[in-house]
């Protein structure tokens, strides 16, 4: 079982930049591919990015291509994402969540075992 703690929201100013942190615990972290979702209110949860076990694949959902970055550091048990150039509509809940190890990223919130408890990102206009 993985245990997953998210860190790093906050309210940021439309520009500025937020590092999230998720934090597993756990000796199978490598195993498992990781993603990362956001939740605004009154819509459905939705893919952001999401990294392999080993960091060979990473995909990207459209609206933070070239904003946003997944990164994983399978020594220390933690997936990060930068966020940069933030907007308004990135405002929501954000999670961490962990799927069963394969070579490709899946964008499907179904296909997530595990899930963090989320952590509020707002910026404002």
């Known amino acids: 079982q993985v245990q997953l703690v998210e860190s790093g929201g906050g309210l940021v100013q439309a520009g500025g930049s937020l590092r999230l942190s998720c934090a597993a615990s756990?000796?199978?972290?490598?195993?498992?591919?990781m993603g990362w979702f956001r939740q605004a209110p009154g819509k459905e949860r939705e893919f952001v990015a999401g990294?392999?076990?080993?960091?060979?694949?990473?995909k990207y959902a459209d609206s933070v291509k070239g904003r946003f970055t997944i990164s994983r550091d399978n020594a220390k048990n933690t997936v990060s994402l930068q966020m940069n150039n933030l907007k308004p509509e990135d405002t929501a809940v954000y999670y961490c969540?962990?799927?069963?190890?394969?070579?490709?990223?899946?964008?499907?919130?179904?296909?997530?075992?595990?899930w963090g408890q989320g952590t509020q990102v707002t910026v404002s206009s």
């Open positions: 969540a962990a799927s069963g190890l394969s070579t490709a990223v899946t964008t499907t919130p179904g296909s997530y075992v595990y």
């Open positions: 756990g000796r199978t972290f490598s195993r498992y591919n």
């Open positions: 990294i392999t076990w080993n960091g060979g694949s990473i």
